[in-house]
């Protein structure tokens, strides 16, 4: 069930609603997720890379860090009705991720910080 909700989450959402860039941290303080909506951060991350997030939400809402492989959506990282977390992301391939909150029955507000650490540079292509 989980998974079509995010999947039509993503059809709605289109593109990832903001970006976010490396080695520029960014912190959000009360941005608002209505009932049932979601918002995302997203970033090309590359072997190397180190993502490290926080948050606090007033209420419990779904979280997880996620990326898209042909129609498959896989998620390295998945909390539901979570407050507050925090962590590290070093991804093993490269890939375009997202931090994903959804809200449930209840619009919550929300403060996040994301910062990426670039060990090495993108590999071109």
Not at 7 to 35: F, N
Not at 55 to 80: K, T
Not at 86 to 107: N, T, V
């Amino acid at each position: 069930m989980r998974t079509i909700i995010l999947l039509a989450a993503a059809v709605v959402l289109g593109a990832c609603t903001a970006r976010i860039d490396p080695g520029t941290p960014k912190s959000v303080q009360r941005l608002a997720i209505a009932p049932y909506q979601a918002h995302e951060e997203c970033v090309r991350l590359v072997p190397g890379d180190q993502l490290e997030y926080r948050f606090e939400s007033a209420v419990g809402l779904a979280f997880n860090i996620h990326y898209h492989e042909g129609n498959a959506v896989i998620m390295p990282v998945s909390r539901d009705n979570t407050k507050e977390e925090s962590g590290f992301y070093a991804p093993s391939i490269a890939q375009h991720y997202c931090l994903m909150w959804e809200a449930g029955p209840q619009a919550t507000l929300l403060d996040y910080h994301v910062h990426i650490k670039r060990l090495a540079p993108p590999p071109r292509r």
